[in-house]
């Protein structure tokens, strides 16, 4: 479950992004769409605790991350959301199968190499475990990070303009996969998009003007 109420913020004190209020069930699939400039990955980090609430409040299950501390915000995220940015960002150095460890390591949570690797298998990518991420095409990149965004198998998962650069074929393709994979972890899904497409994929939709 994902709630938000009064939700607002300010990068210079002056300007101020206020959002409509949000109630996610679990289990629930929602769009968030807005054109560019009006907020849209701002509350994405809101929601993902990379920003600090400054008006309002987030709630994600029993738990209200403004009550949270920084280190708590940290290891919440990492056992309880899933995020998939816009451009996937790796530790190059490791491998992929590397990298989904390290988000179980640091969301406080035992690495369990199965589970990564039949993940990596389900997402066709078993082969590429021990692949660096830089050896991965941009779409294996892609599935690479909803795979990391659900290995602790989140409550909720954020992705923040997964289509944009797209075709209609891989956009739909995208869409699938990410709906499919959090069916499969009962995670209520959160896109952030500009992305007009996706209104018929997905029918919870909110719009941020």
């Known amino acids: 479950m994902l709630k938000t109420e009064n939700l607002g913020y300010s990068y210079d004190g002056n300007t101020r992004l206020s959002f409509p209020d949000i109630h996610c069930q679990t ?3 929602w769009l968030v769409l807005g054109q560019s400039g009006s907020g849209k990955t ?7 605790g990379l920003l600090t609430t400054q008006t309002g409040t987030i709630t994600i299950d029993d738990t209200t991350l ?6 708590s915000i940290d290891q919440f995220r990492g056992r ?10 790796f ?3 490791l491998t992929v199968g590397d990298n989904l460890a390290l988000a179980q390591s640091l969301a406080g949570m035992k690495v369990d190499r199965s589970r990564i690797r039949e993940l990596l298998e ?13 050896q991965l095409s941009v779409g294996e990149q892609q599935r690479a990070a909803i795979a990391r965004a659900i290995v602790n198998q989140p409550s909720v998962i954020l992705a923040d303009e997964p ?30 998009t500009h992305d007009a497409r996706l209104k018929e994929h997905i029918p919870h939709q909110i719009t941020i003007q």
Do not use: Y
């Open 27 to 29: 289990g629930e699939h």
């Open 42 to 48: 701002t509350l994405l980090h809101l929601l993902g």
């Open 66 to 71: 403004n009550h949270l501390s920084t280190a």
């Open 80 to 89: 309880h959301i899933g995020i998939i940015f816009q451009t996937a960002h």
């Open 91 to 93: 530790v190059q150095s």
């Open 122 to 134: 389900r997402l066709s990518l078993g082969h590429k475990m021990n692949a660096r991420p830089s």
């Open 163 to 192: 289509t944009s650069a797209l075709d209609d074929q891989n956009c739909e393709q995208v869409v699938q996969l990410l709906e499919e994979q959090a069916q499969l972890v009962n995670a209520t899904l959160l896109v952030v």
